[in-house]
């Protein structure tokens, strides 16, 4: 393959790096005609990089490192032949972060953090370096799942396409809380009402946004779900609208959970990856933002916990955590369906994948 072809796109593949054979941040590319993906290469060794997040213009990628000296949140700058230079990190007071994000302007970095149930918000200098964490969020409460839902469990934290809310999806609650962002100090003020909610028991874990900025779509882990929000403008509230299964017909729940959920670029087609069956659920977006099934496919990979769309919207690349593979799936430009992955590339226990800019 060809990395220097005008078809090949770059990306970043975060791993568990802890009993695999992975040794830390790797990077890839894909081929845009023929779904094939290069060797991963190493590019910065780093002990568990689960989750990456890239800046606004691609200059800077931040990894969550949860190392064996705790958690941290790490920043590179990504140099012009794509390596990484590491400039600093972050500790995050013992937190494991499971998820990270920015807001849409590069300013601000927001960790959540899954064992402690916290939400963190860290300042990023005009170097693209971290500075300090400048709020801290403490969840309370439970669920019905009594082996699941004991106490917060915050999975993933996401600012708004206005920038100016921040949203938290909680599996321990069953909430999606909801916070205003002050883009100077970066503290988080609670909504009123302050969380939509998922059915009991659903467990919410990872969140998209329609283009159009009027829909939130988050999958519930154990409910084997998706939950559609409308988004008001104005206040920042999350009101539910519908909530449909991903489960192909005939599959029983036992032993599956939902992992990544992603919208296409152009707002028709959401995609949810499954573990235990390990397919990939497909639906059509209609004009209201509600859901119809389009039907579920073979992710090519064993518990595909992450899967990422390329920029221009004709693949759909999984990571397998369990068989450490990635494999690409052809996306139907007219229909939105999904076909059998193309031959998989081998990588240690891939948990993220970014697309470079």
Request: proline share 6%; with cysteine; charged share 20%.
């Amino acid at each position: 393959m060809n990395i220097l072809s005008a078809e090949a796109l770059p990306f970043y593949i975060g791993t568990y790096s802890t009993n695999s054979a992975s040794d830390g941040i790797y990077l890839a590319y894909l081929e845009t005609k023929s779904g094939e993906i290069s060797k991963p290469l190493l590019v910065a060794e780093v002990d568990d990089p689960e989750y990456l997040a890239l800046s606004p213009d691609g200059s800077m990628l931040y990894a969550a490192t949860n190392g064996r000296d705790g958690g941290f949140v790490t920043a590179y700058r990504v140099e012009d032949d794509l390596s990484l230079k590491k400039l600093n990190r972050v500790s995050l007071d013992g937190n494991r972060s499971c998820h990270i994000s920015l807001d849409g302007e590069g300013r601000h970095l927001f960790s959540a953090s899954y064992g402690k149930g916290t939400a963190s918000v860290i300042g990023i200098k005009e170097d693209g370096s971290v500075s300090e964490v400048l709020d801290l969020v403490q969840f309370e409460g439970s669920g019905p799942n009594e082996r699941r839902q004991k106490q917060p469990h915050a999975h993933a934290i996401y600012a708004s396409p206005q920038h100016r809310y921040v949203y938290v999806c909680d599996l321990g609650t069953d909430k999606v809380w909801s916070f205003a962002l002050d883009a100077e100090s970066g503290k988080l003020t609670a909504l009123d009402p302050a969380a939509g909610e998922v059915p009991p028991g659903g467990g919410p874990r990872h969140l998209a946004f329609h283009p159009n900025g009027k829909f939130a779509y988050v999958n519930n882990e154990m409910g084997l779900g998706v939950t559609v929000f409308s988004m008001d403008h104005g206040s920042g509230q999350l009101s539910p609208v519908q909530t449909i299964s991903t489960l192909a017909e005939g599959t029983g729940p036992e032993g599956l959970t939902t992992a990544a959920i992603r919208v296409h670029p152009n707002g028709k087609w959401l995609y949810v990856s499954s573990r235990g069956d390990d397919t990939v659920a497909a639906f059509e977006i209609a004009d209201d933002g509600t859901l119809t099934a389009i039907g579920n496919v073979p992710a090519g990979v064993e518990q595909p916990r992450e899967m990422q769309l390329d920029p221009t919207g004709q693949w759909v690349i999984t990571a397998g955590q369990k068989d450490d593979q990635l494999a690409a799936l052809r996306i139907n430009s007219q229909t939105g369906e999904l076909k059998s992955a193309r031959p998989t590339q081998k990588v240690g226990s891939p948990v993220s994948i970014v697309f470079a800019k």
